[in-house]
């Protein structure tokens, strides 16, 4: 248990690094091409993830704020699986998933807020199950894909892909820990992403052009 709580710990503040914060602060410009430390947080929906700093930055910054809220994900469950002897893997890897999500949502470098936790919930799960998880979250990836495509709402498109994982972890009979875990993600996603389902409902939610 020991051990578990201490990869909790590492996990969460890997995981709370506040990739889109950082970028805006360190790389955003003004209209005169100087730098004005832009809070990521005073614009948009107020959330420091990737569709935020797009509507900041643009789509390259985004992507790079994507990737990295990824990589921080992954690169939590190959810490703890490379280093942590703990007998019981799925729960360890689990657990960190959780923690390096909720670090990111709710980030103590920026008084508990954060993200939506969708880059990170792919990177995070993405290693949960080799090999069988890679071939699971290329599958959402390609749902979030097509449905981004069609719907142009970023939101709607991260919910569903990300609703999809528990299922199919379920159908592929991966165990337990690690579907519920993808399970408890969808439900974290759900609900950071409740403002965009009020303004879908409303007619009012922003379409990417």
Request: one cysteine or more; proline letters at 2%; charged letters at 15%.
């Amino acid at each position: 248990m020991r051990d578990i709580i201490l990869w909790v710990i590492i996990s969460y503040f890997i995981g709370s690094i506040p990739t889109g914060w950082l970028v805006t602060k360190l790389f955003h410009r003004d209209e005169n091409g100087k730098r004005d430390h832009l809070d990521i947080r005073t614009i948009g929906s107020h959330a420091t993830g990737a569709t935020n700093v797009r509507r900041a930055m643009g789509l390259g910054w985004a992507a790079f704020t994507a990737f990295v809220d990824m990589f921080k994900g992954a690169f939590t469950l190959l810490l703890a699986a490379g280093l942590s002897n703990y007998d019981d893997p799925e729960l360890l890897l689990s657990c960190c998933a959780l923690a390096s999500v909720i670090g990111h949502n709710y980030t103590v470098w920026l008084n508990f807020k954060g993200g939506k936790g969708v880059a990170t919930t792919y990177g995070t799960l993405f290693f949960i199950w080799p090999y069988k998880s890679f071939a699971i979250i290329l599958l959402c990836g390609a749902i979030w894909y097509a449905i981004m495509k069609k719907s142009r709402i970023v939101a709607l498109a991260s919910m569903l892909s990300i609703c999809a994982m528990p299922v199919f972890f379920w159908m592929l009979s991966a165990p337990h820990e690690i579907t519920i875990t993808a399970a408890v993600l969808a439900v974290l996603c759900v609900f950071q992403c409740r403002e965009n389902i009020i303004r879908m409902i409303d007619g009012t939610e922003n379409r990417l052009s």
